[in-house]
């Protein structure tokens, strides 16, 4: 019995010191480095720059530069480096009282400091100091939305020139290879409280030969993947997250109604334009080529964010398309369409193949090819195309401000993001984005997720449903 009582008391004690390193492991620990891949490849870390791929550069930029407000997972808006704001009661004049916080090279953060920095990025609005802390921003027309659209990346409070730009976040940059790799180290006394890790790297460009072949990340805590190097893994062994289908793809043509683009090249008839839309089978997309996990696209944001996506005609009607052709070859001579797409994206190659295969069944001549650089507005300006397949982030999980940065990033009149900014319901919002459609210089393909791959000593990294991180409680295991 005594014999017994002794078995049961050491089970105890073994099964309270294994609760207590189980839970010693599990507390947030400062130090160590956060090894990170990205898939693509940043040459700047202005978060307002015209960046070739502006996912890759906010992904760092994103723990050096900060912005006034921040949009949470469910799209409500937060103070940030601003503490407080108010406007006047036509939306036009906003006012932004600014949180005590320091750059990284000791300056303090001031109001003369923002007003210089989005005065740059919009010179349309008028941005003023009106005292050492207080922002005054006159957007001249009525803008419901202004926190939601200050979160944007593009926005982020930077003092300096290109070569030494300084931020205010957790982390300060100390090694920088453009295009290859970056090296933060933690900001001692960030306003937000010491982030856990002491390091964050980036390695960019990452092929992923050897970790896909040995099915492990080695040193890296995370890696980005795409949904073709998603087949080299066992998705249920693996700690692999894929967020909702948010990344637009896309196919924009470049040249306005208006006239002759830079290129020379003649503006594509929108009734061509229409029987393209018509003829591409976005179902086959999303199911073979994006292995169904990507979705068809409609509209340019999801339907999991909006809710009306469905409204918008996106399915394929392939008679109407024949028919759209007929009539405009009746009238006119229909040349071949140039579609430039990313040459260094397998997937994207894929795409742009079966999209010139479906407009051939409606009578149509689509020429995929191969560009190094179509993502910048910059490089598609010289584009000797007609169209370019593009891939865009979703870059908020407010509906307005996601809208109004696609505009800018499609080309679209300034009136579409001024509209989509004043939408008070979702019914205006709609017709927006539904007038923005109508002359199908812009044809939704797909929406795609975004793909990460955790090492499992990484603890507490959250991706939003749109695949952005917040990793302000990140911390991994075994750091001293």
Partial sequence: ??????????????????????????????????????HDRAN??????????????????????ETLT??????????????????????????????????????PLTATDVAARIGSINPSWKVTATDRQTVSIDTGTPVLHLPELLALPRFSIAKGSEGGLVGTGPYRLKEWQAGDRAVLTAHEDYWGGRPYPDS?????????????????????TASELTLDQLRGLDTNSQNITLSRPSDLLVVMFLQSDSGTGKSGRKPVDPHVRE??????????ISNLLLQKKGVP????????????????????????????RADTAALVIIPPIALAYDFADPLAKLVAERVALDAREAGLVVQPYGEPHINSRQARSSLNADAVLVRLPLASLEPSSALASYSQDLGLPAETATAALSAARPEDLFEVERKTLQDFRVIPIAHIPEVLWLNGAAHNWQQAPNGSWALDQLWVEGAR
């Fill in 1 to 38: 019995m005594k014999r017994s009582l002794y078995r049961l008391a050491a089970a105890a004690s073994l099964a309270g010191l294994l609760l207590a390193t189980a839970g010693a492991s599990s507390r947030p620990r400062y130090g160590g480095a956060v090894r990170i891949l990205l």
């Fill in 44 to 65: 700047s870390l202005d978060p307002a720059g015209d960046e070739e791929h502006p996912a890759a550069r906010d992904r760092i930029a994103s723990f050096i530069f």
């Fill in 70 to 107: 921040q949009v949470d997972l469910q799209g409500r808006v937060h103070p940030k480096l601003a503490s407080s704001w108010q406007c006047d009661a036509a939306k036009r004049v906003w006012r932004f009282n600014l949180r005590i916080a320091d750059f990284h090279d000791g300056s």
């Fill in 200 to 220: 964050l790297e980036f390695q960019m460009g990452a092929t992923l030969r050897e970790q896909l072949l040995e099915r492990q990340l080695g040193p890296y």
């Fill in 275 to 284: 029987a393209l839309a018509n003829a591409v089978n976005r179902s086959a």
């Fill in 297 to 324: 696209a409609s509209g340019l944001l999801p339907q999991w964010l909006t809710g009306y996506e469905f409204l918008l005609p996106g399915k394929m009607n392939l008679e109407h398309a024949r028919e759209l």
